[in-house]
């Protein structure tokens, strides 16, 4: 199973890390602090806009959470609230994954494999690509319980506390989420045509959008946008389909 999105569960895992991390800063006002030992060098690193980040991980997180159960939702045609948290394991503790030369799969997995093979319980390739292959057709329901898990751990309520309102606010927040993306996409194309360094190799502004394109044609801003609009209709159809 191929992982096309920028999130993936070792990347959320990386966040939660991060999360930590940051947490145990004494921030200034600012959102900054200093620290030392964490480059190969004598001087002090500064941290700047922690709390900015802080706030950026914990939102991309509660993003991919929403973003995998709007795809299990259609995947398996789930109507109900109630059907979708019986879809999900009642697990609550998030799961540790590895990158298995370029395969995710859970540590618990990887550390079974390991010792049946110790135990001669799995004693030929033919039996270890079998694991590797039984793996990735687990992993769309190993990701949506990760999500889930890492959605409870985030936002620190229990699966009681998840509830169809909650689900409802959380979907609305994704779609902000995404607004914010585009935004920041737009912004950092804009950049190469307002950049007067950039500017200066070409000798009109026709001359430089023939060169680059015209920044509202943009491919990549272009495609984010259409995804936007069409996570807004899903998110539409799947609050009214399921009465949240």
């Known amino acids: 199973m191929l992982n096309t999105t920028f999130l993936a569960p070792d990347t959320i895992n990386e966040l939660f890390s991060a999360i930590k991390l940051l947490q145990s800063l004494p921030l200034d006002k600012n959102g900054s602090t200093t620290v030392s030992g964490w480059e190969n060098t004598n001087r002090t690193t500064e941290i700047v806009k922690a709390d900015k980040a802080l706030h950026i991980f914990k939102e991309l997180i509660i993003y991919y959470a929403m973003m995998e159960m709007v795809e299990n939702i259609q995947r398996e045609n789930i109507s109900d609230f109630d059907i979708l948290k019986k879809s999900i394991s009642a697990k609550t503790q998030r799961s540790e994954w590895q990158n298995i030369g370029g395969q ?141």
């Open 104 to 244: 995710l799969i859970q540590v618990s997995a990887v550390e079974k494999l390991k010792k049946d093979i110790i135990s001669n319980k799995i004693n030929s390739w033919d039996e270890v690509h079998e694991f590797y292959i039984q793996q990735g057709k687990n992993y769309q329901l190993d990701k949506l319980n990760h999500a889930y898990t890492s959605l409870l751990e985030i936002l620190n309520i229990t699966p009681k506390q998840f509830t169809a309102k909650a689900f409802k606010e959380l979907l609305q927040q994704s779609i902000a989420t995404k607004e914010w993306m585009c935004k920041g996409i737009y912004d950092s194309r804009a950049k190469d045509y307002q950049s007067s360094f950039r500017k200066m190799v070409y000798e009109t502004t026709a001359e430089m959008n023939n060169v680059l394109g015209k920044l509202e044609n943009n491919v990549f801003i272009q495609q984010q946008l259409a995804e936007l609009d069409q996570m807004k209709k899903q998110v539409k159809i799947l609050v009214k389909k399921m009465k949240l």
